[in-house]
DNA sequence: AAACAAGTGTTGCAATTGCAACAAAAATGA
DNA sequence: TCATTTTTGTTGCAATTGCAACACTTGTTT
């Protein structure tokens, strides 16, 4: 598993934190800590835990746009407009990371081994995260929900090497993903089972083509 | 306008780029180089020009996975399946440069300075595409094309600071973006006006809320 | 300028989907 | 353990959408 410190012994991390000031916090579950670094341009980084980012669009309406997990990072695409509000809310006892953005992105004069070394990193999370979301948007371009469902099984499947699916969440939540009536999901699901493309047994899902 | 090599001066890139071994080849309009790159891991990034990255999945189909344009980067979502084709294909007569993953990720004894503002341009330029890409999601994720709609009008107004939007595309690629039918798009269109949402002439969107 | 290709507006109709509502099952937690 | 919440399966129905087909406009090429 690849992380932003991934290949730097505990004191180059150290020693590295400390340069960029950065700012190590520890949550409790179900806290909204957006506030705490609204103010100024960050790049968050979860050590351990895991956290949602909604948007709270000015009609009143709420958008999960991100759920993160340890070794994922956030903050770096969230607009500086004030008409946006944002909430950063723990799920869990999480562990988090903050830098200041200008900071990471100033001319480096010290530390420069760690500090290419966290970029190189920084950019293989990224580049992972373009990655899925890649993945989810060819999901979501799909016309029909079978069709979403098809793409979306075998992105799965091809990532895991492995015609059983074990859902990573639950089917109110794959709905969601797939951006689809649950219900009209499900009735997609039982005729794909019936057709026999696929057998089903609680969060597993066997590919039978 | 950033790009891989902003802050860097002519001499710099010129020694970097020899250092990680760069390619650049120019391309005239309409070619498909995947195969002079398919067999290495690569970062690519087009100095000029533009390109399409298709894929075409095992059952025939043709995914337009994304339309690339001066300073963008690609390459390095691209999975290493053997069953996975891909095409890159210019537009227009094209510029690119080409490196090394492996290269780019192993320590680099020399050159730290201009390496360093190399990795926090790819940072930026990353960050940028994933912005992009979770506008994109979030305009899928609405379910009528009307929303579609008023959220892609929402975001666009929104990122130009501007209510008279001018589409970036034809209104055929505009539903492509979308992911919806172009007629009943147009359709929809044509209710918007009615409603006195917004005024359209040609490609040229007013927002009227 | 003529010929051709690509983009746009419009419409009827059938298919798909979202919505609402409810019961049953499963998971959670006190 | 029992109570409560969350998840799941199911169905009828109305609304939305995709599809097909066509005419018309606009843009491109020779």
Partial sequence: MEGLFTHLDENEKKNLLKHLEASIINFSENINFYS???EVKIIGYIESGCIEIIRNNPNGSRTIIEELVENDIFGYTISSDPGEEFEFITKTKTKVIVMDYKKIMQQQPMELTSYSQMMRNLF???AKKIKEKNEHIEILTKKTIRDKLLEY??????NNRHKVIDLPFTYTELAEYLAVDRSAMSREIKMLK???FIAVKGRKITLLY
């Fill in 36 to 38: 705490m670094v609204k």
């Fill in 124 to 126: 293989e999370l990224t």
């Fill in 153 to 158: 099984f075998r992105i799965t499947s091809f």
């Fill in 194 to 196: 019936d057709e026999g």
